[in-house]
């Protein structure tokens, strides 16, 4: 008898516990002639616990488990960011964290990316503001600035230090954490350049920041977009359309594809593009690169291995797609 | 007894087949004459059949829906909070935008004109090809507009109504269909200027609940009972019939209807949260494969 536990949050604050037990499988005898058939299965009947009380200011935005999947990390729409224990009754949070996520002009402020380990929680709101919160330590928090319009970020599960964020003009972006706080500075440092030397046909290449060790291949960057403090490695546009136009950038989502390395990011766009980057390849353009379905992506999980990625997009289709071709495998309409 | 499809003489056959026709006429009639001499000096019999006869229909063999409110306090507690808070809370009136899609016909702006006649304060506005619904909906926003009604056509008669709550409401798209004008309507009343009183019937899911809320929040708080006017929109089987009547009460049980105002039906097809966005999240859309049977309605 198998059972399956669904945590949900939702916008009155709420966070809800399914178990959904699978009912024991009768074995249904060849049914006779004249004899009356025999009762259907019983359905699985599901249950549902309720904590907290519905307040909208507590909206909840984020909800993941924390890297050993012991606690839950809430993180809610006044700034508040929780970790919950499960086991204990009416979701009462163990520590809690109040960040500030004010009003930008018309836009809120909203958290984007949310992970919880055993030491920290790191946060990142759509404004850039990345937080990396010690769990023990009230007051000691890092805030590092990652951009403008950040529409997703999310840690590598096994390297906790690898940080990759994509949103509205703004490319996938690999960052360190160790280097964006090595030197106990909060903001992360301007472009420095490290050695400029000019190719043979004039242009200047820039070498690579040191943390690349010298046997992978070297990607480059321009003069102009030097890797700042702390990222590794940052994405280039697509080439021109076929009417010479530049494509604009506008990603919604991304997801790490194998949890052993963070070679490769699967990106999603408005304009429903599907895109895979190989970050330790040296090619900053991604590898794939797919037009799937009409309508922009909205959220991205990773599917059975790193071979397959599954998205759903805003009119409630979900694909199913294979990241070495870039090949729908499957969808639910 | 011969079957009668082996006659092949085509006048005997006929012959045959209405003299059976007639016997099984006249065994039903037996039957019920019978039947009503025993019932009339017995009316209980008369009732433990009605009881046991109910005709089985689409809508009360309806497939159970997870999504039907049934007196549940959270869903009370989200629906104080919600975006018709300030309708249902504090009575805010109502003030409506109608307008239509680009390059409008003759009959988009007869049915405006009924629209406008519908809903009091409520503005038509012409659409101009120089702003977008963006636009549309930032200027309504700076104006005090709580609603926008977009009338869709195609092939010159409206077809949908788009149903935009604002400041950040939900948007709501339907299909409209089988619109009769108060004119092609046989003795239609005159409408007045009082403000009509509502009735919704059967919006029972979370969705339905969503939907009753905002045509309750298109239409005045208080209703003014001296004008005997009604607004009824009645959802059955997903789709949304509106009508509006003048009623006059002859005596305490029996009421006298007089047809005003248009008719039409809705159906809704997308819902989405916000105000309209072509590529924003849909919190419901219908698509053909959610047809799973003939019992299945969501609203």
């Known amino acids: 008898m198998s059972s399956q536990r669904f945590y949900t949050g939702d916008e009155q604050g709420l966070i809800k516990v399914v178990t959904i037990t699978e009912p024991l499988v009768v074995k249904v005898k060849r049914v006779r002639r004249n004899q009356p058939t025999p009762e259907a299965p019983a359905k699985p009947v599901p249950t549902v616990e309720t904590w907290g009380t519905p307040d909208r200011e ?16 809430v993180a809610r729409k006044n700034g508040l960011v929780q970790l919950i224990d499960p086991k204990e009754n009416g979701g009462t949070a163990l520590a809690e964290f109040r960040h500030t996520l004010g009003k930008e002009g018309k836009v809120d402020t909203v958290f984007v990316g949310l992970f919880a380990n055993s030491e920290s929680i790191i946060t990142c709101t759509n404004t850039g503001v990345l937080t990396v919160q010690s769990i023990q330590d009230a007051t000691q928090r890092k805030i590092a600035s990652v951009g403008q319009d950040i529409c997703r970020m999310r840690v590598h599960p096994r390297e906790h230090h690898i940080v990759a ?77 076929h009417l010479d136009l530049r494509v604009p950038v506008w990603n919604t989502d991304l997801q790490f594809l194998s949890q052993y390395d963070y070679s490769r990011i699967a990106v999603g766009t408005r304009n429903h593009q599907i895109r895979v980057y190989d970050t330790k390849s040296g090619a900053r353009r991604p590898i794939v690169d797919k037009e799937i379905g009409d309508m922009p992506v909205v959220a991205f999980s990773n599917g059975k291995d790193a071979s397959e990625t599954v998205f759903s997009d805003t009119v409630t289709n979900v694909y199913s797609v294979d990241t070495l071709t870039g090949e729908v495998l499957g969808q639910y309409k | 007894m ?61 497939e159970f829906d997870e999504t039907m409110v049934e007196e549940d306090a ?31 016909s003759a009959a988009v702006y007869a049915f405006a004109t009924e629209l406008i006649d519908i809903f009091p304060n409520s503005h038509f506005v012409k ?81 339905g609940h969503t939907i009753g809320r905002m045509f309750t929040a298109l239409f005045p708080h208080v209703p003014e009972f001296q004008g005997r006017q009604v607004a009824t929109l009645h959802n059955q089987r997903d789709f949304i019939f509106f009508r509006r009547h003048r009623y006059v009460f002859k005596n305490s049980k029996r009421v006298n209807l007089q047809e005003l105002g248009p008719r039409f039906t809705l159906k809704l097809k997308w819902l989405q949260k916000g105000t309209f966005d072509r590529k924003g999240e849909h919190e419901w859309m219908f698509k053909p494969e959610m047809e799973t049977s003939r019992r299945r309605f969501f609203l």
């Open chain 2, 2 to 62: 011969v079957e009668i499809n082996t006659i092949k003489n085509k006048l005997k056959r006929d012959e045959l087949y209405q003299k059976k026709k007639a016997s099984k006429a006249k065994e039903k009639r037996d039957r019920r004459t019978t039947l009503q001499k025993e019932e009339s000096s017995n009316p209980e019999k008369k009732e433990k059949r009605l009881a046991e006869n109910v005709p089985n229909t689409l809508e009360n063999t309806r």
């Open chain 1, 58 to 73: 507590r909206a909840v935005q984020l909800l993941c488990w924390d890297h050993d999947k012991k606690y839950l990390a």
């Open chain 1, 165 to 241: 964020t994509a949103g509205k003009e703004q490319e996938c972006t690999l960052w360190d954490l160790n280097q964006i706080f090595q030197d106990g500075t909060d903001q992360p440092q301007p472009p420095t350049t490290n050695g400029k030397t000019t190719a043979s046909n004039g242009k200047s290449v820039t070498s690579t920041p040191a943390s690349k060790s010298s046997g992978t291949p070297q990607a480059r960057y321009k003069s102009k977009e030097i890797l700042a403090n702390g990222q590794i490695f940052k994405a280039k546009n697509v080439k021109n359309d």
């Open chain 2, 74 to 104: 959270e869903v009370a507690a989200d629906e104080a909070t919600d975006e018709f808070a300030q309708y249902f809370q504090n009575g805010l009136t109502p003030k409506i935008l109608v307008t239509t899609s680009k390059g409008p």
């Open chain 2, 127 to 207: 659409r101009k090809n120089q702003f977008e619904m963006r636009h549309i909906i930032e200027f309504s926003k700076n104006r005090d507009f709580t609603d926008i009604m977009v009338i869709n056509e195609d092939r010159k008669e409206p077809n949908g109504v788009t149903l935009i709550h604002l400041p950040d409401g939900p948007t709501a798209h339907f299909k409209l269909s089988s619109i009769a004008l108060s004119k092609d309507i046989e003795g239609h009343g005159r409408t007045s200027s009082h403000k009509p009183e509502l009735i919704l019937n059967n919006f029972n899911t979370r969705l």
